[in-house]
C-alpha cells in the first residue's frame, strides 16, 4: 500500500472562506485548481463555483453569461419546477432533459465558475483574492470556466480550462507573465473536450497535451494524446488509454490529473479516474521521456482515493480530482479539490510512487 501524506491543515481552502463576486451569489465550491510557482509564492488558479441566493425550493435560478450593447453581464434565469416537469432535477449540479432511452442530456448548469487566484509563502496557508482573477466572457464561457490547469514555458504560465457553454464542454487557453494582466488564444479543443494537460517542454519539435473527447455514439470517455506546433493548433490525434472493462475504480471515465513532471525515470503523469458511481480517484503512469505516448508502467490500484471525511462529503462526494502538483525535493505535492467544494494537500514521494508503478 502507498504511504501519502495528508496535509495536517487539510482542507486549506473552502467556500466560506471567499467572497462572492456579487451581492446576489453564494460561493458552492473552491476547487479543481491549477498550480503555478511565481517568484516567492505558490499560487493556486481556482475554480470558484457560484449560485444565486434562492430560498423557493421549486424554483431554481440559474447564472449565465450573455453579452448586450456590446457588454457581458450576468443573467439569471427563474426556473419553476411545478412549471416544467420535463426536466430532471436529480442532479442538484445542473438541470437535464431524459431522451427515449433514458440517457440525461444537460440543458442548464446550476452554478457559474470563474477563476480566482490564492497565494501562499509556505504551500500550506493561502490568501485567496477578493475578486476574480478571469471572468467568463458571453462568446466561449457563458455557462462558465472550470478546472484550470497551468503549464509552466519559459516563463510564460499558460492556463488552460474547460470553457463550457449551450454549444457544449470545450477547452480554452489564456496566457500571463505575471498573474495580473493575461492574453486570451481562445478554443484549443471543441466540444466535448476537456481535461486537457500540456506538458511543460517542446518534446522534440512538438509541444504535446492530454486530452478527454467524449464520444456519443461509438467509444467511451478515454485519454488522446495531441501534437502543436504553437500551443494553439492541435492534431496528430492518437488514443493513449481507455476506461477499464471490469468493474474496478476506471471504469467509468479516465482523464486529466495533473500537469505531467519529468524525473530520471520518465514522465510521471498523475491522472484521474472515476468509475460507473462516479466515485473518483488517483493514478499514476510513468511515460518515456522522449515518446511520451509510450507507458512503461501504470499504478493498478489508485495513489489517491476518497478516505477523508472532507474527501466523502460535500458538494459531490467521493471525490478527489487533481488538476496540479508540484514536485520537489522528491516529492510530488498535489493539490486537489475533494468532493467538489474545498482544496487540499497531499504530499507523495517519488519513491512511494515508484513502488506503485512496479519500478
Known sequence: MINVTRCNQNPLLVPADVKPSK????????????????????????????????????????????????????????????EHPEYNYSDTRSIGLLDAKGQRKTVYLTSLSHIRLARSKDGIN??????????????????GMEDPRVTE??????????????????????????????????????PENKDVTIFPEKIGERYVAFNRPVPCA???PDMWIAESPDLVHWGKQKHFYGV????????????????????????????????????????AFLLDAKEPNKVIAKTNVPILEP?????????????????????????AIIYY????????RVDIKIEEIYKALGV
Open 23 to 82: 451581492e446576489n451569489f453564494k460561493v458552492d465550491g473552491v476547487f479543481n485548481c491549477g498550480i503555478a510557482k511565481y517568484k516567492d509564492e505558490v499560487i493556486l488558479v481556482c475554480r470558484i463555483a457560484e449560485s444565486v441566493y434562492n430560498e423557493d425550493e421549486k424554483v431554481i435560478k440559474v447564472p449565465i453569461v450573455i453579452r448586450k450593447k456590446g457588454i457581458d453581464e450576468i443573467e439569471v434565469i427563474s426556473i419553476n419546477k411545478d
Open 126 to 143: 493561502f490568501t485567496i483574492d477578493e475578486k476574480p482573477f478571469i471572468f467568463p466572457n458571453a462568446a466561449e464561457e457563458s455557462w
Open 153 to 190: 514555458i519559459d516563463g510564460t504560465y499558460y492556463i488552460n480550462y474547460t470553457s463550457v457553454t449551450a454549444n457544449g464542454a470545450a477547452t480554452s487557453l489564456i496566457s500571463t507573465t505575471d498573474f495580473i494582466s493575461y492574453t486570451r488564444h481562445g478554443i484549443i479543443f471543441a
Open 218 to 220: 461509438i467509444g467511451s
Open 244 to 283: 477499464s472493462a471490469d468493474e474496478s475504480w476506471e471504469n467509468g471515465r479516465i482523464g486529466g490529473g495533473a500537469v505531467p513532471f519529468k524525473t530520471e525515470k520518465g514522465w510521471i503523469k498523475i491522472y484521474h479516474a472515476a468509475d460507473k458511481t462516479d466515485r473518483y480517484c488517483l493514478g
Open 307 to 331: 478516505d477523508a471525511i472532507y474527501e466523502k462529503e460535500g458538494f459531490f462526494g467521493n471525490v478527489v480530482f487533481t488538476c496540479g502538483c508540484l514536485f520537489e525535493k522528491d516529492t
Open 337 to 344: 479539490g475533494a468532493a467538489d467544494d474545498k482544496i487540499c
